[in-house]
């Protein structure tokens, strides 16, 4: 097991446009095995690439649901309605929550570890976390969209 380090904000890796990926190798397979490491020992939901400094379009999910992990590799949106609005935060900006409209369903089109293409839908939740990440990987940062900012203690961690 290998710890990432996380990238905080202000980075400019965390504003890029990330490139796809196009070779399924075991490298791949360590980094989606260390940024889980790495997700759980920071308490979160989610991590994306270039939030261990790797600008490539590779994120997971996890919201200790009966889902499980989603290893989300080049996931585009392919279909999205409804709207949802609630607390997020991420492990960029430590401390920092804010609230966010989402789209409240989601269906995803990505690869997983070996290249296989798959189908994800999701709803609640785990629909806010799918679209925060896969926003990272097109450089968007969550503050871009808060309506408005939790003052501390106001949202139960
Ligand atoms: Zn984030």
Redesign the pocket.
């Known amino acids: 097991m290998s710890l990432l380090q996380i990238v905080k904000y202000p980075n400019e890796i965390l504003e890029v446009e990330c490139e796809t990926v196009t070779t399924f190798d075991r490298k791949l397979a360590k980094l989606l095995n260390d940024m889980y490491d790495t997700m759980l020992e920071e308490d979160g939901v989610g991590l994306?690439a270039p939030?261990v400094g790797i600008a490539k379009q590779v994120a997971i999910v996890d919201i200790g649901d009966d889902t499980g992990l989603i290893e989300l590799v080049n996931p585009i949106i392919l279909e999205q309605r409804g709207e949802q609005i609630g607390p997020e935060g991420?492990?960029?900006f430590p401390g920092l929550f804010g609230e966010v409209i989402r789209y409240d369903y989601i269906k995803v089109r990505a690869q997983n570890r070996k290249g296989k293409t798959y189908i994800i839908e999701a709803r609640g939740f785990l629909a806010r976390a799918i679209q925060?990440e896969i926003d990272?990987l097109h450089g968007v940062l969550?503050t871009s969209k808060v309506n408005r900012y939790y003052e501390e203690g106001e949202i139960e961690g």
């Open positions: 994306a939030q991420c492990l960029s925060h990272h969550f």
